[in-house]
């Protein structure tokens, strides 16, 4: 379970990042949260073709099909304490 806690501790950590990372990592991180609390994304993309915002998300976390719920944590872990450096 020290995984959870780190992982928790991590999300919190990325609440509080001295400066917004750039649009790619924001989008890393938000696959990476997904995919680490959901699991594998089964859903449709978004209905509106020009939710841009929406259908990037959706694709970035759509790549981590198969990813295990652990090393999805363990990935999102290791981007905040980088960007925290």
Do not use: C, R
Not at 25 to 34: C, D
Not at 72 to 82: E, F, P, R
């Amino acid at each position: 379970m020290e995984l959870n806690n780190l992982f928790e501790q991590a999300v919190a950590n990325s609440k509080t990042l001295s400066e917004k990372p750039d649009n790619d990592t924001l989008l890393k991180l938000y696959a990476l949260f997904k995919q680490a609390t959901e699991g594998d994304n089964t859903g449709e993309g978004p209905a509106n073709a020009f939710d841009f915002v929406a259908k990037f998300k959706h694709e970035a976390w759509a790549k981590l099909a198969g990813t295990t719920k652990e090393a999805a944590m363990q990935a999102y872990i290791d981007l905040v304490t980088k960007l925290k450096g």
